[in-house]
């Protein structure tokens, strides 16, 4: 049996604000390295745009996530605004153990869940170059009111201060910089030595 075949796969969390521009890098690594393979979420949120069921999330009603969870069927699973989100467990064993690199994109609750019962997981946090910057972002979709904006940025501090055990902070503030960060991360383990709490000061603002 090959090594790459034999060799369990490696679980990589990624996880950022609101606005903080994971989904765009994970699906511009996913373009950029072979043999990673993309959790889909399960989530009882409607879906957006041109958002399609078992491309993106596997959307379902409140109750079947409810009795999912009862089934023990995810590997994480939290409720973020107000929507149930969730991994499937069997999914993600059986990639793992083909020898596949999965990547999650959630939030810090769920990232966290993994860590417990994966120890060698991957944490990534994708940090946005201040908070001034995240709120530009978030109006610059024109898509949510004022009041879901707001929401949106206290949550953003909220996770940022949460985020202080991920193993790995990215600054997306070059996409093009960020993303070759993020591929170095992924396919080498390594990670960046910084002061996290420096980091997040200057970020939320509390120099």
Not at 114 to 131: G, Y
Not at 166 to 189: K, M
């Amino acid at each position: 049996m090959s090594e790459s075949v034999s060799k369990r796969g490696k679980a990589i969390v990624v996880s950022a604000p609101s606005g903080g521009g994971k989904t765009t890098l994970c699906r511009r690594l996913m373009d950029e390295l072979p043999g990673l393979s993309f959790s889909i979420s399960h989530t009882t949120r409607a879906p957006r745009g041109q958002e399609k069921d078992g491309v993106d999330y596997h959307f379902v009603d409140e109750a079947e996530f409810k009795a999912l969870i009862e089934q023990d069927a995810f590997l994480e699973w939290a409720q973020v605004h107000g929507n149930y989100y969730g991994s499937s467990l069997s999914a993600a064993k059986s990639q793992l153990e083909s020898g596949i690199n999965v990547l999650f994109d959630i939030d810090i609750q769920g990232g966290y869940q993994i860590k417990e019962k994966m120890p060698e997981a991957l944490l990534i946090f994708i940090v946005p170059p201040s908070m001034q910057v995240l709120e530009e972002r978030l109006r610059g979709r024109a898509s949510d009111v004022e009041d879901v904006i707001q929401k949106r940025l206290e949550a953003a501090r909220q996770e940022i201060e949460g985020a202080v055990n991920y193993s790995s902070w990215i600054i997306n503030d070059d996409l093009e910089h960020a993303l070759q960060t993020f591929a170095e991360v992924v396919t080498t383990g390594r990670v960046a030595e910084f002061n996290k709490d420096e980091l997040k000061k200057r970020v939320l603002g509390d120099d």
